[in-house]
């Protein structure tokens, strides 16, 4: 039987402080209606200032290892998705290889911005698919309170900080588990419309996010929803097939206006946008530990994630939890 991904254990991070809209009112001038009204967050947790995305992915990671039975020699592979490594170099990867006791395999980060975990996964499928890893830690980790302007009201009310993370593990299949499907697409001539005014190589500086709003709001609910239709359509289903869609968590309007076009309602989507806000890479590995955890998402559900980020760059996965 061929191989395929299966995802064995979810593991998650979130930072202690809690900033709530109130919080936020003191900062830049806004209103908890406002924020709740456009994006439906409520609160987001905020990382402290000598905590990294490398503390909170090795949380996140140390958890899911713990759950899985398996030994940190058993991992062969470290595939972490973020736009905000504690470095320049080395990778965020590395430093939870080395934090966890992994002694060998591979360790990188990739950056596709809010769709990298989707990317990190599809990578990390392949090497499993054509028998290269056995075990892979595929981790979304961020601290997108670094790249915020904290007095920018348009952008900092909309994102938060934590990690979420996956094993996935090699096993033959019948076609009924595992990951099905990735599909990763990106469009670089819509790179303007969410971006840092900043780099190593440009300012020498991180630089903060810069977003038109209105325009990624369209290309999210149209693009998203074109990714997923091509996942159920490669793989002869329909959108009643799926037990629970699991968005990247960037606004609540862009969740329910996806689901509505592909017409699921909305108590089999994932919502936790409203007290995690958007944490870019770590929102779809987040927002699954954290249904995965309340039971929601059963072993044997057929599951999709879909995000769409920077770059512009989108995709889905569809799995078999
Ligand atoms: N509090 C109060 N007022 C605000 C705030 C704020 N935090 N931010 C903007 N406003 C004001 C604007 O200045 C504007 O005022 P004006 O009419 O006097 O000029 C008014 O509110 C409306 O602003 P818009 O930007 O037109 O508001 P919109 O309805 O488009 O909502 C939002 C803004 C929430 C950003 C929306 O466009 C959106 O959700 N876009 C998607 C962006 C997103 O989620 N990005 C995340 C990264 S990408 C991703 O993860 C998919």
């Known amino acids: 039987m061929p191989l395929r991904s299966h995802i064995i254990s979810t ?51 140390r958890q899911a290892l713990e759950r899985s039975g398996l030994k940190p020699e058993d991992i062969d592979g470290v595939i972490i998705a973020t736009t905000t490594p504690d470095q320049t170099f080395p990778a965020v990867a590395v430093k939870v290889q080395a934090a966890l006791d992994i002694p060998a395999g591979i360790a990188f980060d990739v950056q596709a911005v809010c769709t990298g975990f989707i990317y990190a996964l599809s990578i990390a499928d392949n090497f499993i698919k054509n028998g290269q890893l056995k075990n892979v830690l595929v981790i979304g980790a961020e601290k997108m309170s670094s ?48 971006y840092t005014d900043g780099g ?17 709001f369209k290309n999210a609910v149209n693009l998203m929803a074109a990714a997923v239709e091509q996942a159920l359509r490669e793989n002869n289903i329909t ?21 509505k076009k592909l017409g699921l309602s909305m108590d089999r989507v994932v919502m936790t946008v409203d007290h995690h806000g958007n944490t870019s890479a770590a929102s779809i590995p987040l927002a699954f530990d954290e249904a995965v955890t309340k039971g929601d998402i059963k072993k044997g559900h057929l599951v999709l994630f879909e995000a769409l980020g920077g770059g512009l760059t989108w995709g889905s996965a569809l799995i078999r939890y």
Not at 32 to 48: M, P
Not at 154 to 174: K, R
Not at 200 to 216: A, C, L, N, P
Not at 239 to 259: F, G, M
Request: hydrophobic share 35%; with cysteine.
């Open 11 to 61: 593991g998650s991070y979130l930072p202690k402080r809690v900033m709530t809209n109130s919080d936020l009112e003191k900062i830049v001038d806004t209103s908890d209606e406002w924020i709740s009204q456009r994006s439906g967050i409520k609160e987001r947790r905020i990382a402290a200032e000598n905590e990294t995305t490398s503390d909170l992915a090795i949380s996140a990671a």
């Open 147 to 194: 790249v915020l302007n904290w007095e920018d009201r348009t952008t900092c009310v909309l994102f938060g900080d934590g990690a979420g993370a996956v094993i996935l593990q090699s096993q033959e299949s019948d076609g009924n588990s595992g990951i099905y499907s990735t599909h990763l697409y990106a469009d670089g001539r819509m790179a303007d419309l969410l």
């Open 200 to 216: 190593v190589s440009s300012t020498g500086k991180s630089g903060h996010i810069i977003m038109q709003g209105r325009e990624v």
């Open 239 to 259: 959108a009643s097939d799926i037990d629970w869609l699991v968005p990247h968590q960037a606004n609540s309007r862009i969740i329910e206006s996806t689901a």
